[in-house]
């Protein structure tokens, strides 16, 4: 089975502050990795995605991860953050299975951005 | 921009009454979800469906729940006997055939029992 692990509950930051939101995953077999954001009473929107290949990935909004195969981790970050960033974010795992792939979620991550 | 839809966004029923929540997802995509966060809670699958049947389901979706895909459009959840613990957001997703791990979220039915 597979696990995801987001250390931090809450990350506050100024805003134009860089930020990092930390996932840890667990896995026996290979698996895809996503970053999800859920705005205020919305629901979850793909922020990036990682299959294969560039460890480096970049998503919407500005925001990139890392995949880390040695440390088991897709840590999320970005340069310089807006206030309109204000929102939860989750990280989940898939196993690649070439049909119907469950998400397995983390317990999220709340961003902050103040003035 | 195509996109999941959901009704009704907010659903409020007794204790051990039926209900039924409805999806719309994406009009080309084959594969269909639905996932549940209690208050507070990390988001959790429920089940997964494809060509006409339950693909995959976790633990929690016990007799208690079904699905249907009543028409070719609409993706149900029904919650017989409803329970107190019942009460969470519960989303719906789905998937095109080709690019079946990127799944797409509605924005979600909060389902409170009293």
């Known amino acids: 089975a597979q696990s995801v692990t987001q250390l931090d509950s809450q990350v506050p930051v100024f805003e134009e502050a860089p930020v990092e939101l930390r996932c840890n995953y667990s896995?026996?077999?290979?698996?895809?990795l996503f970053w999800y954001v859920q705005y205020p009473n919305q629901g979850l929107q793909l922020l990036l995605k990682y299959l294969s290949g560039s460890t480096l990935v970049k998503g919407i909004n500005g925001f990139e991860a890392e995949f880390n195969k040695s440390q088991t981790s897709f840590h999320l970050r970005k340069p310089s953050v807006h206030i309109s960033d204000t929102a939860e974010y989750f990280c989940?795992?898939?196993?690649?299975?070439?049909?119907?792939?469950?998400?397995?979620f983390g317990t999220g991550t709340r961003l902050q951005v103040t003035l | 921009e195509p996109e999941v839809t959901q009704t009704p966004s907010h659903q409020v029923t007794q204790m051990g009454q039926e209900v039924i929540l409805r999806c719309v997802p994406i009009?080309?995509?084959?594969?269909f979800y639905w996932y549940r966060q209690i208050l507070g809670q990390k988001v959790e699958f429920l089940v997964s469906?494809?060509?006409?049947?339950?693909?995959?389901k976790s633990e929690i979706f016990d007799d208690q729940f079904s699905v249907e895909r009543p028409d070719g459009s609409n993706f149900t959840l029904k919650i017989r006997s409803t329970k107190l613990e019942d009460s969470a957001m519960y989303f719906c997703a789905s998937s095109e055939a080709v690019r079946s791990y990127e799944q797409y979220f509605g924005p979600g039915t909060r389902l409170t029992v009293t």
């Open positions: 989940a795992v898939s196993v690649p299975t070439g049909t119907a792939s469950k998400l397995t």
């Open positions: 009009s080309n995509h084959l594969y």
């Open positions: 896995s026996s077999v290979s698996v895809y």
């Open positions: 469906f494809y060509n006409n049947e339950i693909s995959e």
